[in-house]
């Protein structure tokens, strides 16, 4: 945990037991307990496996863990509430000491109740946060929330989205989502929002998205993005799932230079080494025009 020093509290993040004050974007490790992830689905059903890897991803440098049962992916089959509590349970034990934040990925209250009572640091919820009860879940707790947007459900989503315009929408409802959790007495601190790249959105929208992050950045939230091996790099690259780390590293660092305060990985220890470099170049000349 880094100790908070006396900046603004926007610029400060608070999830469970984790405050970071954001002077460098962090890093979220995914760790996927799903039988259909569209990057990595059933490598690690077996939850021994799943808690090697979450190690890796620690010693990595990965400063969250986002711990989800249910894959999102376009098309996905949802998993019952019970299922998904019995897959993440014995993770939220087993890495409660490992040193990152431990984020869960769901949509579904009970879920969030379950992994809270476990505790979580941190919900992420694609849906954020608009399945019945689910504000009321988190309240009042810590945990950070992470907001996302998405259009329609995983089932429906890649069908055909259509936007009037996609960043100001998407701001909107994001902009929207957090007053409703404001509203209900959470502390904005506590509060990240995402564009949901590859959420019910064309390949470009999420061009838009990603080069007006800026608009959502704005919004005085820390932000959220996830681009690691989507299809959107993919259909850049003409490359598959697993051949797509530099694409990814390419769109993460432009989401960082526009304000991402978090990158969502599942290569941590490439992309710690990419920030690295971003960042030194980034600080060198202190916002000098030239020397
Ligand atoms: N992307 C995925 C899942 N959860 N959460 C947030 N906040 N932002 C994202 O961009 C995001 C997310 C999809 O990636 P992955 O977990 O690898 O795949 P799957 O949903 O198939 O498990």
């Keep these: 945990m880094s100790a908070a020093t006396p900046v ?7 999830c469970g037991r984790f405050a970071w004050t954001l002077e460098r974007p962090l890093v979220m490790g995914v760790v996927n307990l799903t039988a259909d992830s569209f990057s990595d689905g059933g490598r690690l059903l ?6 090697a890897h979450a190690r890796e991803l620690v010693a990595a440098g990965a400063d969250i863990l986002d711990l989800g049962a249910e894959s999102t992916r376009p098309g996905a089959t949802p998993v019952p509430a019970a299922l998904q509590i019995e897959r993440l349970l014995p993770l939220l034990g087993a890495l409660r000491d490992c040193g990152a934040a431990l984020s869960v990925d769901t949509r579904k209250t009970e879920v969030m109740r379950a992994a809270l009572a476990a505790g979580a640091d941190m919900i992420n919820d694609v849906n954020a946060f608009r399945d019945e009860g689910a ?7 810590t945990a950070g ?6 259009r329609g459900s995983p089932e429906t989503m890649q069908r055909a989205p259509r936007y009037e315009e996609a960043v100001t929408e998407v701001a909107g409802f994001l902009g929207e989502r957090a007053a409703a959790l404001a509203a209900a007495g959470v502390a904005p601190e506590r509060i990240v929002l995402d564009p949901g790249i590859g959420f019910g959105k064309t390949l470009r929208h999420n061009l ?14 820390p932000v959220l993005v996830g681009v690691s ?3 959107m790099v993919g259909t850049i690259t003409g490359r598959g799932v697993e051949a797509r780390l530099a694409g990814s590293l390419a769109a993460m660092l432009f989401a960082v230079a526009r304000g991402a305060a978090i990158a969502r990985v599942h290569d941590v220890a490439e992309s710690r080494d990419a920030l690295a470099v971003w960042q030194a170049i980034a600080g060198s000349g202190a916002g000098a025009a030239h020397e």
């Excluded at 603004?8 to 608070?14: E, F, H, N, S």
């Excluded at 929330?145 to 998405?150: A, F, G, I, K």
């Excluded at 838009?208 to 919004?219: D, K, M, P």
């Design 208 to 221: 838009q998205l990603l080069e007006r992050l800026g608009v959502i950045a704005a919004l005085g939230f």
């Design 229 to 231: 091996r989507k299809s």
């Design 145 to 150: 929330l992470c907001v996302m947007h998405m």
């Design 46 to 51: 077996d939850p021994a496996r799943a808690v």
């Design 8 to 14: 603004p509290d926007r610029a400060i993040l608070r």
């Design 135 to 141: 504000v009321d879940a988190v309240r009042d707790t």
